[in-house]
């Protein structure tokens, strides 16, 4: 793979500021380790870690919390993904923390496991003695997310108190921290959903299709499109039916919506993205179970 030969100036200052924070944990931190979804961002977000580091290896493995409820796709991009830019990868599973009594699986026709990632990171983290958990979240995605500091703290429970960060001043980046407690890490925290795509397009980076329009078998739950899959019941009045969606985020398939779209090419999900007026999370019903849903899951330790 090759770098980018030409970006816009916008775009090489987000580029440079991702790897100017990815040096740093990887000056600070004895045992960090990037969070990994398989999505845009955390796509993204390694390509950076690439680059940061080349000509040599990527310092520090990746880590994908599997809830078992992923879409088929998004596995397969994700293991050719880490082939390809020669990373570690580590999988732990939400299925181990339910057969090992961590957590209860949800019941119902709305059950979703996503909550109960926070519990298999946490643990996941304490395994790996991970110090540093670099993750994909962007400002503009979320209100909650708006409120992380590039070093973000985090205690000795995994748990989060936005009143109580760091000052960040001059790209100056304080990593200090009792045993027991480590940071969460956000480089492409000023990037927008649009600067991604743009960033993708300009580097060539592959994606998984789910994020292209095309033709799937969905039903309306909630005023969100969902996906039919084994991981879902539907109830005796929702009727499914094929559309023609793309995903604009990619998560656990029982509560990441699909949008209506006919953005089957990448040029056509910028337009698409640059004009529309629905938020990029206003498909996911996981975020929709309060107001303060993303908030209440970061406070206890979730992404």
Known sequence: MTGPTRLPAHLRRLENEAIH???????QFDRPHMLFSGGKDSIVMSWLAWRAFQPGPIPFPL?????????PETIAF???????????LEVRTVQDSIDRGRV????????????????TLLDALRELRVDAAMGGARRDEEKARSKERFFSHRDAHGQWDPRNQRPEVWSL???????????RVFPISNWTELDIWHYIEACDIPFPEL???????????DGVLLAVTDFVTLDADEVPSTRRVRFRTIGDATCTGATLSDASDLRAVIDEVGTTRTTERGGRSDDRRSDSAMEDRKRQGYF
Do not use: C, K
């Open 78 to 88: 994700r293991d050719a993904w880490v082939d390809r830019i020669g990373a570690q």
């Open 63 to 71: 880590l994908h919390i599997d809830t078992g409820h992923n879409f």
């Open 211 to 221: 994020y292209l329009a095309h033709d799937r078998e969905v039903f309306e739950r």
């Open 104 to 119: 209860q699986e949800e019941t119902g026709p709305r059950a979703s496991r996503n909550a109960l990632q926070t519990v």
């Open 173 to 183: 980046y304080n990593g200090r921290m009792n045993p027991g407690e480590h940071f």
């Open 21 to 27: 924070v990815l040096r740093e944990v990887a000056a």
